[in-house]
C-alpha cells in the first residue's frame, strides 16, 4: 500500500497494533482523511 510509505515507524507500529481509534488528535484526523477515499464508494460521472 503506498499510503503506508507516508508513515512514520511509530505510526507503522500504531496501525499493525489494532487501530486507528489509538491515535490522538491531529494524527487520528491526518490519517483517516488519507484513509477515507480507499474505503469510499465512488459514484461514474457518466
Known amino acids: 500500500m503506498a499510503m503506508m510509505d507516508d508513515l512514520s515507524e ?7 497494533a ?3 481509534l489509538a ?3 491531529p494524527d487520528h ?3 483517516r ?3 477515507t477515499p480507499e474505503f469510499t464508494i ?3 460521472a457518466g
Open 33 to 35: 482523511r488519507m484513509l
Open 29 to 31: 484526523i491526518r490519517l
Open 18 to 20: 489494532g487501530s486507528l
Open 10 to 16: 511509530e505510526e507503522r507500529a500504531r496501525m499493525r
Open 23 to 25: 491515535f490522538d488528535p
Open 42 to 44: 465512488r459514484r461514474d
